[in-house]
């Protein structure tokens, strides 16, 4: 743990020097390059901050400070990435003759100015697209009997992350979603809560949270993030909320459907315990009804196929959240986002409803996942 965050640190510190440097040569010397420095490195310290103060003392100033910090985290990335390519861009072309020394403050003033007009307006964009999430739909037939006419609406949300930035009104918005699909279950993939639960239990963030008459019930699982603030606690606020916590544990519903819950792969790191395996959840389910898997982390999806898990639904990736991040994510995760069939099994992963740090999408929505099953004619 100690060797990652230091890796973190690194990069968050070298991605800061590097955008630093390039306005820093730019300045007038005196009051205004001190005033340039005091401002970047007050706005860089933002979000370590708002991150120190919400474990110690959660409150407003702390929600300010992750809110803004946030931001900044989607500028740095950025403005270090337009630089790069500036840089690159500079660099052949003194290499090829077309640009000379002479030019290189002119150039540079407004590669300054371009490049904080350019990732203000990508930031201010990504934002707005944040704040839109989108129902996506997928319809999946099965061999299996299903409850009613033969026809079962899910509605399946992942990485809400409540907390400091996702707080009551994207909750309604969230509730507002689910009581306008009017699903017969609801299933929540993990990351519900953020990190540090005290800004969840200062307003009751969940308090708000309801499934509309589902006549299958609601269920949920811990993502990574429970992990972070304390699973007990964590764990107790949601169960005190009415909505069962699967963690490694199977069960049927009246109607002859089985959820598994799994708890998180990293799990291990935070209680020193490991997961039970697919194969214990499994071996004594009846694989005559439909059964669906949660596991926050899409990873080992073969493992579901082996199982004979019918749909298995997982998030945490967020698809990326802000491009390019979601070219290492695909490289990273078999199914990174949406639909697959692997082995049989039905794999779906959500972009998830909330994020992580900045309040901010680029190439990737704010999503919840409706999932309508048909039974197949088995005639």
């Not at 544990?249 to 959820?259: L, M, N, R, V």
């Not at 099994?345 to 704010?366: A, C, D, E, K």
């Amino acid at each position: 743990m100690l060797i990652f965050f230091l890796i973190v640190f690194t990069i968050y510190f070298g991605a800061n020097a590097y955008i630093f440097f390039k306005g820093y040569p730019l300045m007038p010397e005196g009051r205004p390059a001190k005033l340039y420095t005091i401002l970047f490195i007050l706005t860089a310290s933002l979000f370590v901050a708002g991150k120190f103060l919400e474990r110690n003392h959660s409150g407003i100033l702390s929600d300010i400070l992750n809110i803004l910090g946030g931001f900044w985290l989607a500028y740095m990335l950025y403005a270090f990435l337009l630089y790069l390519v500036s840089d690159v861009g500079i660099i052949s072309g003194k290499a090829a003759g077309l640009i000379h020394d002479v030019q290189s403050g002119t150039i540079n003033r407004w590669r300054f100015i371009a490049v904080n007009v350019l990732t203000v307006t990508i930031v201010v964009a990504g934002f707005l697209n944040a704040l839109t999430p989108v129902v996506r739909h997928y319809e999946i037939p099965v061999a299996k009997p299903l409850p009613g006419n033969g026809e079962l609406k899910i509605v399946a949300v992942s990485d809400i992350h409540l907390g400091s930035t996702i707080r009551r009104r994207s909750m309604r918005k969230l509730q507002s979603i689910i009581d306008s699909v009017k699903p017969d279950m609801v299933l929540l993939l993990g990351d519900i809560i953020d990190g540090e639960i005290g800004p969840v239990l200062r307003d009751d963030l969940l308090s708000t949270f309801r499934c509309p008459p589902c006549v299958e019930g609601t269920y949920a699982i811990t993502g990574n993030h429970e992990y972070i603030g304390g699973i007990e606690r964590t764990a107790s606020y949601i169960r005190e909320k009415g909505i069962p916590l699967l963690m490694d544990e199977a069960i049927t519903t009246p109607s002859g459907i089985t959820i598994i819950g799994r708890k998180d792969r990293d799990s291990f790191r935070y209680t020193g315990k490991m997961r039970s395996s697919l194969e214990e959840l499994t071996k004594d389910i009846d694989h005559s009804g439909l059964v669906i898997l949660m596991d926050h982390q899409p990873l080992k999806l073969e493992e579901s196929a082996a199982a004979g898990i019918d749909i298995h639904l997982s998030g945490h990736t967020h698809n990326g959240q802000i491009w390019p991040l979601s070219i290492l994510i695909s490289h990273m995760f078999e199914v990174p986002y949406g639909h697959a069939v692997i082995g049989g099994t039905n794999v779906i992963v959500s972009s998830g409803y909330g994020l992580w740090g900045p309040r901010v999408r680029v190439g990737s929505r704010s999503e919840v996942v409706l999932i309508t099953i048909k039974q197949e004619n088995a005639g």
